[in-house]
């Protein structure tokens, strides 16, 4: 369905029933890499899955600053508002990751339970966020002058994402088109907007989260197994699960444990 948000037009699945459980995609993504779990999570859950600013068939603004993370997060709060949905648990993967948390800490009492697959609060001080703007800004150039394609290649490439290259050439083909899918204008947005050098840093708010919070992250995402552990440190009712064999994306790469450990969190 869309739903019209600040002049914006985003598209929101739902399916299933149950308490609320909204599914937040990462950077190039979009709901239906949340699809292969629609069947199971549906059964106890009601799935409220949008197409996150910039991406899938949600609109692209022109504007960097509409895709600033708080906005993002505020536009989440109005989407529930008009699914009469005041509160949620909340899972969120990599840069879907970083939505949920921020959503967490400004509405602390709309989240119920939180999940948090390969994400992070942010980058701790303005000197690691400046160079990450730089960083971000180099990568919004090249997919607006190289366009999607030559993006695309060079970002399956990267070392983050070394472990997909296990997966079944269907799965990896079915990625790639989906990646492919995107705006060029609004993932160059979304690196300027809502990256990781322009949000702000979270760390300090760990602390006053009271919501339950379970973090994930693969044993071969070395930075973002390291990320977690220091957030076990700071959030007040949280958990940590590595998966054997796994790296950034758990959820493609370790599909069935996934999904049941997600189930179990949100119905215990």
Request: aromatic share 8%.
């Amino acid at each position: 369905m869309n739903v019209f948000i600040n002049d914006v037009r985003y598209n929101v699945e739902t399916t299933g029933s149950g308490f609320p459980l909204v599914l937040l995609h990462g950077f190039t993504g979009n709901s239906t890499t949340w699809a292969p779990f629609y069947d199971v999570w549906g059964k106890h859950s009601r799935l409220i899955i949008p197409d996150i600013i910039g991406h899938g068939k949600t609109d692209s603004p022109t504007d960097p600053d509409r895709y600033k993370i708080e906005k993002v997060a505020s536009d989440l709060a109005d989407i529930l508002d008009a699914l009469q949905t005041e509160q949620v648990d909340i899972l969120g993967y990599s840069m879907g990751g970083r939505l949920a948390l921020t959503f967490a800490v400004m509405f602390p009492r709309r989240v119920r339970r939180l999940i948090l697959e390969s994400a992070s609060p942010g980058l701790a001080t303005e000197d690691e966020r400046a160079k990450r703007r730089m960083k971000d800004v180099e990568l919004a150039n090249f997919i607006m002058d190289q366009g999607i394609k030559n993006f695309v290649d060079y970002w399956e490439e990267i070392p983050l994402f070394a472990s997909m290259k296990r997966l079944p050439i269907e799965k990896k083909l079915d990625i790639r088109q989906q990646r492919l899918g995107n705006s060029p204008i609004g993932l160059a947005n979304s690196l300027l907007g809502m990256g990781t050098g322009s949000q702000p840093s979270w760390w300090e708010h760990l602390g006053q989260l009271k919501c339950e919070v379970l973090l994930l992250t693969g044993e071969e995402d070395k930075k973002f197994c390291q990320i977690a552990q220091a957030m076990l440190l700071k959030l007040k009712k949280a958990s940590l699960i590595e998966f054997e064999n796994s790296g950034h994306t758990i959820h493609v790469e370790n599909c069935e444990k996934f999904g049941r450990i997600v189930s179990d969190f949100v119905t215990k």
